[in-house]
Nanobody, 121 residues
Framework: QVQLVESGGGLVQAGGSLRLSCATS????????LAWFRQAPGAEREFVAA???????YYSDSVKGRFTISRDNAKNTLYLQMNLLKPEDTAVYYC???????????????WGQGTQVTVSS
């Protein structure tokens, strides 16, 4: 099992930036793929970005070019740098860990509690 704790959410104006962090503990950090998902009110949880064990990155079309996912294996921490934020980025952001790199929620068996990101217009 992997424990995941997100931080860094908050309120920001459109065009601004935030950096989310996800601290992990449990199984060796480098042994699993990591991802960020988000869920807006009334919507399904959706894929944002993922980074594989080897460091390959994947992004949804809606955030490509604005968000950057990274991992620090020495600190057991996952990051999501979010730039040029838009009101439609408003959601609860979750980090997740799983054995393979996929965009679908069921492939990730370990989740954090989420952190709220609100972008005002």
């Amino acid at each position: 099992q992997v424990q995941l704790v997100e931080s860094g959410g908050g309120l920001v104006q459109a065009g601004g930036s935030l950096r989310l962090s996800c601290a992990t503990s449990g199984r060796p950090f480098s042994s699993y793929t990591l991802a960020w998902f988000r869920q807006a009110p009334g919507a399904e949880r959706e894929f944002v970005a993922a980074i594989s064990q080897s460091g390959s990155t994947y992004y949804s079309d809606s955030v490509k070019g604005r968000f950057t996912i990274s991992r620090d294996n020495a600190k057991n921490t996952l990051y999501l740098q979010m730039n040029l934020l838009k009101p439609e980025d408003t959601a609860v952001y979750y980090c997740a860990a799983g054995p393979i790199t996929r965009v679908e929620v069921p492939f990730y068996g370990n989740w954090g509690q989420g952190t709220q990101v609100t972008v005002s217009s």
